[in-house]
């Protein structure tokens, strides 16, 4: 697998903003820009777009200028970006890839209640505006950048308490097969990104070096542990800890990170606007 010499990660949307000049903007979900030499990644597209398309501008970015668009899974707040015309405009014709199941109805039992939270387009519709290449095997992307497909479970804990899809004409739990990272191969080592993490961290970094053959080196994005019990959190940031450096985002929960920030030399502060270099 190719080794990238360049590799450059930009938050464009999360919960949290990671820098004071110039003034942007965040909200619940995720998005970021991968730019290698000859390659452009969107990986996600944000809750609503705004924040993509305004920190995109603010931070000299041009979208129209993407090679690809990854999905990270099938949740609004990773793909609720898609609902606003502007930014569906900006990135029109781009290929979308993502896991096949990523189009299923996703369901969220918030207080009680049962609320959509899947892709505000179907099938039909995306692929007015896109060409889609949907697999849930791993996908070389571009040299040294794998699209993960189906992560491989391998006993650790998966992310997904309280979420539901339809199958035969029932609502099941959904345990998130559409959820998908990126391992990008760096001289340092692998670096994955993920969405939410809802096929779990540990799972995603093993699979990782499963799929390439080599050792991960650094982690970023959301690993929804924001409502894992300490003990299990701490356990996390355990095997996390192994890594060089790690980059606790989105739904990740403010105890992983705090936990993770005690070390210095590993901690990356991956909110809106942090440029992230390999």
Same mark, same amino acid.
């Given at each position: 697998?190719?080794? &990238?010499?360049?590799?450059?990660?930009?938050?464009?949307?999360?919960?949290?903003?990671?820098?004071?000049?110039?003034?942007?903007?965040?909200?619940?979900?995720?998005?970021?820009?991968?730019?290698?030499?000859?390659?452009?990644?969107?990986?996600?597209?944000?809750?609503?777009?705004?924040?993509?398309?305004?920190?995109?501008?603010?931070?000299?970015?041009?979208?129209?200028?993407?090679?690809?668009?990854?999905?990270?899974?099938?949740?609004?707040?990773?793909?609720?970006?898609?609902?606003?015309?502007?930014?569906?405009?900006?990135?029109?014709?781009?290929?979308?890839?993502?896991?096949?199941?990523?189009?299923?109805?996703? &369901?969220?039992?918030?207080?009680?209640?049962?609320?959509?939270?899947?892709?505000?387009?179907?099938?039909?519709?995306?692929?007015?505006?896109?060409?889609?290449?949907?697999?849930?095997?791993?996908?070389?992307?571009?040299?040294?950048?794998?699209?993960?497909?189906?992560?491989?479970?391998?006993?650790?804990?998966?992310?997904?308490?309280?979420?539901?899809?339809?199958?035969?004409?029932?609502?099941?739990?959904?345990?998130?097969?559409?959820?998908?990272?990126?391992?990008?191969?760096?001289?340092?080592?692998?670096?994955?990104?993920?969405?939410?993490?809802?096929?779990?961290?540990?799972?995603?970094?093993?699979?990782?070096?499963?799929?390439?053959?080599?050792?991960?080196?650094?982690?970023?994005?959301?690993?929804?542990?924001?409502?894992?019990?300490?003990?299990?959190?701490?356990?996390?940031?355990?095997? &996390?800890?192994?890594?060089?450096?790690?980059?606790?985002?989105?739904?990740?929960?403010?105890?992983?990170?705090? &936990?993770?920030?005690?070390?210095?030399?590993?901690?990356?502060?991956?909110?809106?606007?942090?440029?992230?270099?390999?």
């Amino acid at each position: 697998m190719k080794k &990238l010499s360049n590799l450059k990660i930009t938050v464009l949307s999360d919960n949290f903003v990671s820098t004071l000049i110039p003034p942007l903007i965040g909200e619940w979900g995720f998005s970021a820009i991968i730019e290698t030499d000859d390659t452009k990644i969107l990986y996600d597209v944000g809750n609503s777009g705004y924040p993509v398309l305004y920190n995109a501008e603010k931070l000299g970015i041009d979208l129209k200028k993407i090679d690809y668009i990854v999905l990270s899974h099938g949740h609004s707040d990773h793909t609720g970006g898609f609902g606003n015309p502007e930014l569906v405009k900006k990135l029109e014709g781009k290929v979308v890839i993502a896991h096949p199941s990523v189009f299923e109805k996703k &369901l969220l039992n918030w207080s009680g209640k049962l609320e959509y939270i899947g892709i505000p387009m179907n099938l039909d519709e995306m692929e007015k505006h896109f060409h889609v290449i949907l697999t849930s095997q791993p996908l070389e992307i571009a040299e040294g950048i794998i699209f993960s497909g189906e992560v491989k479970r391998y006993g650790y804990d998966e992310y997904t308490a309280g979420l539901f899809t339809t199958k035969d004409s029932s609502v099941v739990g959904d345990h998130m097969k559409d959820d998908a990272a990126l391992y990008m191969n760096t001289e340092n080592g692998l670096v994955t990104l993920t969405g939410c993490g809802h096929s779990g961290i540990l799972n995603i970094i093993n699979h990782a070096k499963e799929v390439t053959g080599e050792n991960v080196y650094a982690s970023l994005g959301g690993f929804h542990l924001l409502s894992s019990p300490k003990d299990k959190v701490v356990k996390v940031s355990e095997e &996390l800890l192994k890594l060089n450096k790690i980059g606790p985002a989105h739904c990740s929960g403010n105890l992983i990170k705090s &936990l993770i920030a005690e070390h210095k030399d590993k901690f990356i502060d991956a909110g809106v606007g942090k440029v992230i270099e390999f």
